[in-house]
């Protein structure tokens, strides 16, 4: 069984940059695209950014231009480079297997980013 184990999260202010990461354990013959998401407190989870297996990336409107996905498919990993963050990026990030949405039925523990001013 594939388990997502996210990192890399931690309080910052406004302005600075965070790198989390998201390692993937167990083994899986076929490649997913992968993703981040994200849920602030009292609000639904939304879409972050994606990456195909390509390496394509698309990103919500929110981050466009701050916000950068990539991946390692040596390491199984994938990553969100966070710049320029804002009062808003606070969340719960997790990452999930599949372009856009998540493939698996379940969720990792996510890594708290906050963000203050």
């Known amino acids: 069984q594939v388990q997502l184990v996210e990192s890399g999260g931690g309080s910052v202010q406004a302005g600075a940059s965070l790198r989390l990461s998201c390692a993937q354990s167990?083994?899986?013959?076929?490649?997913?695209?992968m993703s981040w998401f994200r849920q602030a407190s009292g609000k639904e989870r939304e879409f972050v950014a994606s990456?195909?297996?390509?390496?394509?990336?698309q990103y919500a409107d929110a981050v466009k231009g701050r916000f950068t996905i990539s991946r390692d498919k040596t390491k199984n990993a994938a990553y969100l480079q966070m710049n320029s963050l804002k009062t808003e990026d606070t969340a719960l990030y997790y990452c999930a297997r599949g372009w856009m949405t998540n493939e698996d039925d379940n969720w990792g523990q996510g890594t708290q980013v906050t963000v203050s001013s």
């Open positions: 167990g083994r899986t013959p076929v490649l997913y695209a």
């Open positions: 990456i195909s297996v390509g390496g394509f990336p």
